[in-house]
Nanobody, 121 residues
Framework: HVQLVESGGGSVQPGGSLTLSCAAS?????????VGWYRQAPGKERELVSI???????RYADSVKGRFTITEDHAKNILNLQMKDMTTEDTALYYC???????????????WGQGTQVTVS
């Protein structure tokens, strides 16, 4: 099935930049599923940050538009999230996710990585 491993979290000052990466166990996630990033701040619900749908379209949360950029590296099966102009509101546990619930799927399901902490202070 799909395994996702995030990296790149850490601490950054307001106005700074950080790039998160998510390595998938195979290219299946990128070829057959929507892949994206979610985050959960303390005391808040998990929310979508950005996603690349399996038709190639992208979506961003309003709060990160113009500051965050999601990209795929199909050759390396890696999903990146470039974050800039960060604020304290971006502090959260960031999760990589693969939505393999639409269309024909070999491994149907919604898959999560273990999360990586981002702190802006």
């Amino acid at each position: 099935h799909v395994q996702l491993v995030e990296s790149g979290g850490g601490s950054v000052q307001p106005g700074g930049s950080l790039t998160l990466s998510c390595a998938a166990s195979s290219g299946y996630a990128f070829s057959s599923c929507g892949v994206g990033w979610y985050r959960q701040a303390p005391g808040k619900e998990r929310e979508l940050v950005s996603i690349i749908h399996n038709n190639g379209s992208q979506r961003y949360a309003d709060s990160v538009k113009g500051r965050f950029t999601i990209t795929e590296d199909h050759a390396k099966n890696i999903l990146n999230l470039q974050m800039k102009d960060m604020t304290t509101e971006d502090t959260a546990l960031y999760y990589c996710a693969a939505d393999c619930t639409s269309g024909p799927q070999i491994w149907p399901g919604f898959y999560w990585g273990q999360g990586t902490q981002v702190t802006v202070s």
